[in-house]
């Protein structure tokens, strides 16, 4: 089943603004993971936030996670064109024994 | 050069044939899953390992089956009772030794596109 459901679906920005995506999950975590996807290719993973965490921060990327209302944010500041890429949370479910979760993913767009 | 490795990349399968698409790494990782990606869409878990010679059914394990003989090969059969077999497949593994340290990243390697003909 799919836990994590990001929002939105599809985000087309111009080349320097901030991209900010957000996901919502059902159960409670150990962490939350977000990953980016080239077209036709593997995952990369991006960040980890873990369920006694509320910001992290990597280079350009920022993201909160917020366990009351179960829900995470990414944002990437200062876009750039190298940065379109599918972007999926995934959910370590407490008790999953390192099974994760995968949204349906938000597609950005970064237009040169 | 570390990493996980899948081949073929694109496969052709006629319907009800079986086909296998492999998956390798060299991290020395514990665990190790399949993913399956239709377009537009997130991944769906099709079967995981956490050690040798153990496996369990995901979310979409029918038309499916794996094999775990040695600790860096986890290759998946799609068989001819998969009825809808064209898709991405993805392969991922973890280093699961320990408990949750904050480090429970999967990582992933380049995919293999099947398509039936």
């Known amino acids: 089943s799919q836990q994590g459901e990001e929002d939105p679906q599809a985000l087309s920005i111009q080349e320097g603004e901030n991209a900010t995506m957000n996901c919502s999950y059902k159960t409670s975590i150990n962490n939350l993971q977000w990953y980016r996807q080239n077209s036709g290719r593997g995952l990369v993973h991006l960040i980890l936030i873990r369920s006694n965490e509320r910001e992290k921060h990597s280079g350009r990327l920022r993201v909160t996670l917020d366990t009351s209302k179960k829900s995470s944010s990414l944002l990437i500041t200062a876009s750039r064109a190298a940065d379109t890429a599918s972007y999926f949370c995934?959910?370590?479910?407490?008790?999953?024994?390192?099974?994760?979760?995968f949204g349906k993913g938000t597609l950005l767009t970064v237009n040169p | 050069d570390g990493g996980i490795t899948q081949s073929p990349k694109y496969l052709f399968r006629k319907e009800g044939q079986n086909v296998t698409l492999s998956c390798e790494q060299n991290?020395?990782?514990?665990?190790m899953y399949w993913y399956r990606q239709d377009p537009g869409q997130g991944l769906r878990l099709i079967y995981y390992?956490?050690?040798?010679?153990?496996?369990q059914k995901g979310d979409i394990a029918e038309g499916y089956s794996v094999s775990r003989e040695k600790k860096e090969s986890f290759p998946l059969t799609v068989t001819s009772a998969q009825k809808n077999p064209t898709a991405f497949y993805l392969c991922a593994s973890i280093d699961s030794g320990g408990s949750h340290t904050g480090t429970d990243t999967q990582y992933f390697g380049p995919g293999t596109r099947l398509t039936v003909l």
């Open positions: 390992s956490q050690i040798v010679n153990d496996f």
């Open positions: 991290l020395n990782h514990d665990a």
């Open positions: 995934a959910t370590d479910e407490i008790g999953s024994n390192y099974k994760l979760t």
